[in-house]
């Protein structure tokens, strides 16, 4: 284990810092504030990485650069609402509470608003893979980061275009892609170039083995370095004078510092210290597919189909859906005959009702402008955090661990931390 590099030069006991919330980007937070001389405890309802960060496509996207809201997604918002197998939803039962959050996505859109945003996905995902690899390198993990590449792909002729101007816009970002088509194309994906017209290869892309899996083998780095977990709901989080009290059921904790990493539940603890933040909660599903022989060799991504495949060790997975439906609301089961009908759609092999399948779904935490908060609370300084990684939270994860931290101890940080304050809105 490397020396902590602050909080070490006395013989003054460490300082200790609570995390709350042990999915990926909390994990990566205990990780990092240990790498700096602190005593961590974690603190999470369940075991560590069974929300939203228990079932994602285990894909490092860095190549999604836009922000969720600009002109084009609100153009096509319709067509998708519209369509049965479409990936947008909006369940009646929660439109009512979602009205003001969709006017802030819609305000995001304007054109001046939409390239701020870019920049600030820009600096995180440019920093993600360094920061990815640090953090794996530091616990002996490094076999869990796969450089995979990725496929978009598209089914329609006409639009090769498009992928023209996509390679082309990716350049301006410094990402490398390769248009690809007939024989290429089924050099790279065998079992799906019969139903494609054309793809982009990113022979860049990297994804994880297992998203699950590294959840789990961050939390074990994590205690074997002296590490404490609470299984407990936290109910409250309190600045006093120059500490913070975390309040269970059954106790109250006290740290010199705590960080708010509660994904997209983070809303009501955060109302509890006086700030408001229009986060969401962006459900999202997925199948995974005991699909034996039939393998994809990296992540791919239907641009028409707006769906996402990646070959994991758990399965086949298939992910997709943006459903504005709040955190209450049971799953819907058409969401998963939609995953089915697009999945069997470019691989007709998985037109098999006897292949084992488990279905699930999360919640991405998701603010308007698609930027997550990073910051410190304005007037408690010794509180911190660090959500609304929205679908690129298990990309962004390391690399904002690093940024939080960095502000708890005061460094330098290595990106401009100012489109993530917490109190923007
Ligand atoms: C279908 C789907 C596919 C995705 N694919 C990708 C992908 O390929 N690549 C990518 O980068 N991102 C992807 N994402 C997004 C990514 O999974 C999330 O952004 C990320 O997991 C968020 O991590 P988190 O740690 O902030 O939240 P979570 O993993 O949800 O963790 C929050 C934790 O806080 C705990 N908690 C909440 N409130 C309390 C409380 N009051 N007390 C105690 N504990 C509490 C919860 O129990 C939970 O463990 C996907 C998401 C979905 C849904």
Redesign the pocket.
Known sequence: MPLPDSNITTDAPPLTVGI????????CTALEAQRKGYRVTL???????????????????TELMDPLSNLKTLRSALPMWLNPHGPLSLPMGHLHKILPWLVRFICAARPANAAKNRDGLEQLNTESIPAWKRCLSDIDARELLVKSGYLLVWETPSKLDDAKQHAIYMAQFGIKTELVQGERLAQLEPEMANNLSHALYFPEAY?VRE?YQL?KMLFSAFMARDGSFIR????AVRPQKKRVSVQ?PEDMHQFDHAII??????K??LKGVGLDVPLEA?????LTIDAGNIRLNQ?IGSVERRF?M?PLDSGLRV???TELGGLDLKPVKRRFASLRHHSRKLMSRLNDSTLPVSE???????LPDSL?VIDKHPHHPQLLF????????????AISAELVVGLMIGSDTKINCEPYRVNRF
């Open positions: 709350v919330g042990a999915g990926i980007i909390g994990l603190l999470d309802r369940s075991e560590p990485g069974l929300g939203a960060s228990f079932g994602n496509a285990g894909y490092l996207a994804r998203p959840c407990q709901e936290v109910q269970t990493c509660t994904g997209a539940w983070s009501q603890l962006e459900r999202g599903y997925h992540p996402v990646s992910v997709g859906m699930w779904m999360g919640h991405r935490p998701t997550p660090a959500f609304g990684n929205q679908h690129l939270g298990l990309t962004q994860a």
